[in-house]
C-alpha cells in the first residue's frame, strides 16, 4: 500500500502557494510571470519525482513515467482567479506529484506508471477549458487566434509568446495509453463542511451553459429626456434579470443554479440614459433534461421583452459544456478507499462546478475526490481546508489509484 508523506505533501502545498502570494491565497492568473514561475517549479519537482516533466505549448504541464504500459493521469489545474484561494485547482496537481513520488517509494507499486498533469486555464481567463481540451483534441488553432484575456483583452497568441511558449508542440491524448484520471479539488460549496464529513465521491459533474443577450435602447440625456420617452436599456435589463429569477425559481431542481456575472451598459455614464446593455448569463445544472427547460424559459422570457418593447432584446448561446457522469468503478474505488481511512465520513455527491475531468471524461475514464471547503469559501483569497483533510485526501486517491491498477491488470 503507498503511503503519501503528509509533511512533504504540505510543504509542497505551502511552496506553491508562494508564487503570486496575496494575502493568505494567491493572485496567479494564466500565463502571468507568477503563474510561469510555478509551472517551472513543478516541472521541477516532477523531474525530481523520476518523471519527463515538460510545458507544451498550450500551457499544459505533463510529468510522464519511465515505465512501460497504460498510465493512469492525476492532476488538476495550478494558475488561481484573480486574487483567490491557494487550493483551487492547485491540491489536485500536488497530490498527483505525492502520489507520484509515495508509488516510486513502494516496492509493491513501483511499477505502476503514474502521469501528472497541471492543465492550463481551467479558470477561463482567456477561454473555456483551454488546457485540457486541447490534449483531448477539442482546441482548433483559430480559437487559440480569436481567444482574449478577458480581463485587459491581451490576445492569446500574444499572452504564450510572452509565456515563452509560442511554437512549442500541443500534446494530444492517446486514449489507448490511459487507464483513466483521477483528479481531487476543494469541494468549493458547504454540503461536506456543514454536514462534518472529510471527503466527498464525486457522482457527476454538472453541465455549464452560458449565453449573451444584448439591449439595444436609446441614448439620451438623463435630464432632459422625459420617462415616457426613454428606451433605457439598462432598466430593459433589469427588469429581464428580475423575470428570470421568478421564473426560473418555478422550474428550478434541487441543485440547479443561475448567475447574472457580468453586465455592461453603453456609454456607462452617470448622467447618460444607457443605449445599449449586455448581460452574460449562466446556467448550471447536472441533467441536460433541466438545462433544457431553463433555455426554452429563458428564449420566452427574452422573447416576450423583446416584443413589449420599447428596447429590442436578442439572445446568443455563447458556450455549452455538457454534464458528465463519473466512471462507476473509479467511485467505487474512492469510495472503499474512503471507507478504510474515513469510515461514515464521505459522501456521494455531485460536483456543482466544472473541472478539467469533465473534459477528459469525453476520452478515456474520470473520477474526482472532493476535500472540504471550510465555510464553503471558494474563489477568494480567505479560501482554506484543515491539513488533516488536505492529508487524509492524498492518501485516500493514493490507496484509490493502487486498487485501479490492479484491477487493470486483473
Known amino acids: 500500500m503507498p503511503k503519501i508523506n503528509a509533511e512533504r505533501l504540505l510543504a509542497d502545498q505551502r511552496r506553491l502557494a508562494q508564487f503570486g502570494k496575496y494575502k493568505t491565497g494567491v493572485h496567479r492568473p494564466t500565463f502571468s510571470p507568477q503563474d510561469m514561475e ?32 497504460p498510465r493512469l493521469l492525476i492532476g488538476s489545474h495550478s494558475e488561481s482567479q484573480n486574487h483567490a484561494g491557494w487550493l483551487d485547482g492547485a491540491l489536485g496537481v500536488v497530490y498527483g506529484l505525492e502520489i507520484a513520488r509515495a508509488f516510486a517509494e513502494d516496492a509493491t507499486c513501483a511499477d505502476f506508471p503514474v502521469e501528472v498533469a497541471a492543465f492550463a486555464d481551467e479558470e477561463g481567463h482567456f477561454g473555456n477549458f483551454l488546457g485540457s481540451r486541447s490534449f483531448i483534441g477539442d482546441l482548433a488553432e483559430e480559437e487559440i487566434d480569436r481567444s482574449r484575456d478577458h480581463t485587459e483583452g491581451v490576445a492569446l497568441r500574444v499572452a504564450l509568446e510572452r509565456a515563452g511558449l509560442a511554437g512549442r508542440r500541443r500534446e494530444q491524448i492517446v486514449p489507448a495509453d490511459y487507464i483513466g484520471y483521477l483528479e481531487a479539488h476543494i469541494e468549493q460549496g458547504d454540503y461536506l463542511d456543514r454536514a462534518g464529513l472529510h471527503l466527498g465521491i464525486v457522482t457527476g459533474i454538472v453541465g455549464i451553459w452560458q449565453y449573451r443577450i444584448v439591449f439595444a435602447g436609446e441614448q439620451n440625456h438623463a435630464g432632459t429626456t422625459r420617462m415616457a420617452a426613454r428606451k433605457d436599456a439598462g432598466v430593459a435589463l433589469v427588469k429581464l434579470c428580475n423575470a428570470i429569477a421568478a421564473r426560473f425559481a418555478e422550474i428550478t431542481g434541487p441543485r440547479s443554479v443561475w448567475t447574472t456575472g457580468f453586465i455592461r451598459l453603453e456609454p456607462g455614464a452617470p448622467s447618460i440614459v444607457p443605449g445599449g446593455a449586455e448581460m452574460q448569463f449562466q446556467i448550471r445544472d447536472v441533467e441536460v433534461a433541466q438545462l433544457q427547460r431553463f433555455e426554452d424559459a429563458l428564449k420566452e422570457l427574452v422573447a416576450e421583452a423583446d416584443v413589449a418593447g420599447p428596447c429590442r432584446i436578442a439572445l446568443e448561446s455563447a458556450w455549452k459544456v455538457s454534464p458528465v457522469l463519473m466512471s462507476a468503478p473509479f467511485q467505487e474505488a474512492l469510495t472503499q478507499a474512503a471507507d478504510h481511512w474515513s469510515p461514515g465520513g464521505a459522501m456521494a455527491m455531485p460536483s456543482a462546478a466544472g473541472h478539467d475531468a469533465q473534459i477528459l471524461a469525453r476520452k478515456i475514464p474520470a473520477a474526482m475526490l472532493f476535500v472540504p471547503s471550510i465555510n464553503g469559501v471558494s474563489h477568494h483569497w480567505t479560501e482554506d481546508t484543515k491539513e488533516e483533510d488536505i492529508a487524509l485526501g492524498c492518501q485516500v486517491l493514493a490507496d484509490a489509484a493502487e486498487s485501479i491498477f490492479r484491477r487493470a491488470r486483473g
Not at 50 to 55: E, K, Q, R, S, V
Not at 63 to 68: A, D, E, I, S, V
Request: hydrophobic share 45%.
Open 38 to 69: 510555478a509551472r517551472q517549479w513543478l516541472v521541477a519537482q516532477l523531474t525530481a519525482a523520476g518523471l519527463d516533466a515538460a510545458i507544451d505549448g498550450i500551457g499544459n504541464i505533463l510529468g510522464r513515467p519511465r515505465k512501460p504500459g
